[in-house]
């Protein structure tokens, strides 16, 4: 299982130390001093801490390629430009002697979330759900405008299955502003435990942020993982829709491990 790294340095003032200085070394490079052109510091590093659980977590092999701008087409830097930054980037974790292992998957999680603001700020439609606005119906029409298509049932929980790999429950739980996100797989009548087991084991073995447990009882027997978000300060939906996807997609290559059909819909 993979896991994001950046919680472990945000709550801590060094961060911000480390925040302040990159962000002033780009505004200080006349090739990039205007990326933060819309996005001020301080609303840059308070959503960063806002939102890093909206990040989905890469493969080591990811994290080694350089990373790629994630804003709105219509302020992406060119190339050469964010190449840049991620340079500023280098250079002030040397400088702050940053752990050299956590560089990489740092500059692009770090950077990611700076993408959201930056885009956020340059936004026609609001790209974030306020908090106040979370429930079934607008949660459904905020999705659509991301081609992913879902369906409020009786009981106010969500199934979205078209636009996604593999379908995926929504439930909002207003009391702890968390949004509870599950996907489940199920398995045949005729699967026998060592099979499904087999493809937990194969399932634990990939770097992926999708685990899986067997659960029996109530309806027929399936595999499911369930995540939480908090939405207490809203929703930004680009990094939102990210999470559901690569949670949908990484749900559906498990498939990949089935090959006796132990398990429905392959």
Known sequence: MTTILLPTYLPTADFDDFFHQFYDGVCGNDLVKHYFVLARKNTTLQDMKRYWSYLTPKTALEYRRPATPTASVDIQLP?????????????????????????????????????ETRS??????????????????????????????????????IMVERGLSHKVWLSIEPEGKRIHIEGRIYISDAAFDDQINEIIERQDQQESFVGLRLERGQGAQHLAERHALSYRHGIPMRLFTRYLRRFSMDLDRVYAFDKEGALKGG
């Open 120 to 157: 956020q700020t340059n936004d026609m439609l609001p790209s974030k759900m306020e908090t106040h606005e979370v429930e079934p119906e607008k949660l459904c029409a905020f999705l659509k405008r991301y081609k992913i298509f879902a369906e409020v049932m009786p009981s106010k929980n």
């Open 79 to 115: 190339e050469s430009q964010f190449s840049e930054i991620v340079q500023v980037m280098a250079r002030v974790c040397r400088e702050r002697k940053v752990n050299p292992e956590h560089v990489p998957q740092l500059t692009h999680e770090i950077l990611e979330l700076i993408e």
